[in-house]
């Protein structure tokens, strides 16, 4: 399947500083990529979808001055956690979106995920 | 809005049984229904899919059924093993591009 990196792996900062979070796609271009938050032992929550060249659409209840996302490639979207506090602390897991060889089939393949910690 | 409930949250089978998983969706319009599988502090990895044209799809000891009339699909694991253990989640795509994605099934298989 596709390749999708994410970058860091993981983080450590302080309260009130700027993290930012890319996620690539490695031997595809994807037009659209999604950003994921992830509390331990809970399910995807989806905060926004990255579109290349348009802005991005925050999902209800996502700051979307808080976590800001920019696609200015086929291939990176990041993510932004801006003032970051302790309860921005998670696992961030991007998704890219691939059509295949046919280019219909479309399939989302996950990055490795990020894991933040605001001290 | 759309909804995707799944169970159960926990499931533990012996090494060699069968597990079940089950999804329900509530929009009609969802055509698109993949299942992961995700090992602790790892992604989340798509292990089969099924599209709304097609009722039944395996590979090797994954399976996975959808009803299109009742609005619910399921995963069926054979002869499990301990690889198996990981949590597992089901999502639906309703039409759109965005998934929405079950609450996530921890399954652990006993040696």
């Known amino acids: 399947g596709a390749v999708v990196s994410q970058h860091p792996s993981w983080v450590i900062c302080k309260s009130g500083t700027s993290v930012k979070i890319e996620c690539r796609s490695l031997d595809f271009q994807a037009t659209t990529m999604f950003w994921y938050r992830q509390f331990p032992k809970q399910s995807l929550m989806l905060m926004a979808t990255s579109n290349e060249g348009s802005k991005a659409t925050y999902e209800q209840g996502v700051e979307k001055d808080k976590f800001l996302i920019n696609h200015a490639s086929l291939t990176l979207s990041t993510l932004t956690v801006t003032s970051a506090h302790p309860e921005d602390s998670s696992f961030y897991i991007c998704?890219?979106?691939?059509?295949?060889?046919?280019?219909?089939?479309?399939?989302?393949?996950f990055g490795p995920g990020t894991r933040l910690l605001v001290l | 809005g759309e909804n995707v409930e799944q169970h159960p949250s926990t499931l533990s089978v012996q090494e060699g049984d069968s597990a079940v998983i089950k999804c329900t969706y509530s929009?009609?319009?969802?055509?698109?229904f993949p299942w992961y599988k995700q090992e602790l502090g790892k992604r989340p990895q798509l292990i089969i899919d099924?599209?709304?044209?097609?009722g039944e799809k395996k590979d090797q000891r994954i399976a996975v059924t959808l009803n299109k009339t009742a609005k619910h699909f399921s995963l069926h694991i054979t002869e499990t093993q301990p690889e198996d253990s990981a949590v597992y989640f089901c999502a639906a795509q309703p039409g759109t591009y965005k998934y929405i994605f079950g609450t996530g099934t921890r399954l652990k298989v006993l040696a």
């Open positions: 099924i599209r709304s044209n097609v």
């Open positions: 929009d009609s319009a969802s055509n698109y």
């Open positions: 998704s890219a979106r691939d059509f295949g060889p046919s280019g219909s089939r479309e399939t989302q393949y």
